[in-house]
């Protein structure tokens, strides 16, 4: 089975703070993603890399950076957290593109920004 | 540019009652569809994807999908509900955009099963 794990389920920050937030897959896809979940809201594409060292920005970026140092590993950061961050943050890698696609979900982090 | 619209943000519906979760879309041709299901305190999980060929699409769990073209529907059924069905149920569309396929969810759909 393919397996993505998120480094933390619940995470409680201060504004201002630094955030790091961790993805590893273990299949060797070569897509990953990051996507913030609020209520009413659906899921929102902040950031996906398509290769080691390739980012492109999603629908919305602001507030936020990614690393892809490795395949299996990708990181979305806050630079800067502030409240209206507060979200449940999905990591998710994916398996072909359009017709062959399938995305697998990490369980998420849900982040809390005081 | 794509999107994707779920009509009703919580439908509710008796155990053993018909499920029907309606998705509209507006995408390019071809349009690559997927019903995605999140139970509570978990990631997304993917029930049914429609590509090409047969336009009524069986996924796990008991349900189906119909594309209608005609319509740029892509409804989520199942026909008889079961408590385990409760949970967020996420259209998506995946559209090629800057030379990759990109996906774009719905607002999500809450299924509440009553016994």
């Known amino acids: 089975d393919v397996k993505v794990t998120q480094s933390s389920r619940y995470l409680v920050k201060r504004t201002g703070e630094k955030v790091f937030l961790e993805c590893v897959q273990d299949m060797d896809h070569e897509n990953m993603f990051w996507y913030r979940q609020d209520p009413g809201l659906g899921l929102r594409l902040i950031y996906f890399?398509?290769?080691?060292?390739?980012?492109e920005k999603g629908d919305i970026p602001e507030g936020y950076s990614v690393s892809r140092e490795k395949k299996e590993r990708f990181s979305l950061i806050l630079e800067s957290a502030s409240t209206n961050q507060t979200s449940m943050y999905l990591c998710a890698s994916r398996i072909g593109q359009g017709p062959r696609e399938t995305q697998y979900f990490g369980p998420g982090t849900r982040l809390l920004v005081l | 540019a794509q999107s994707v619209t779920q009509l009703g943000s919580h439908v509710s519906v008796s155990e053993g009652a018909l499920v029907l979760l309606r998705c509209n879309y507006s995408s390019s041709v071809p349009p690559y569809l997927f019903w995605y299901v999140q139970y509570p305190n978990q990631g997304l999980q993917l029930l049914l994807k429609y590509t090409t060929g047969a336009t009524l699409v069986k996924g796990i769990n008991g349900f189906e999908a119909e594309f209608k073209k005609s319509e740029t529907s892509f409804h989520l059924t199942k026909p008889s509900a079961h408590m385990s069905d409760a949970a967020e149920y996420f259209c998506a569309v995946s559209g090629l955009s800057g030379g990759s396929y990109i996906p774009t969810f719905g607002r999500g759909t809450s299924l509440i099963v009553h016994p």
């Open positions: 890399s398509y290769d080691v060292k390739m980012k």
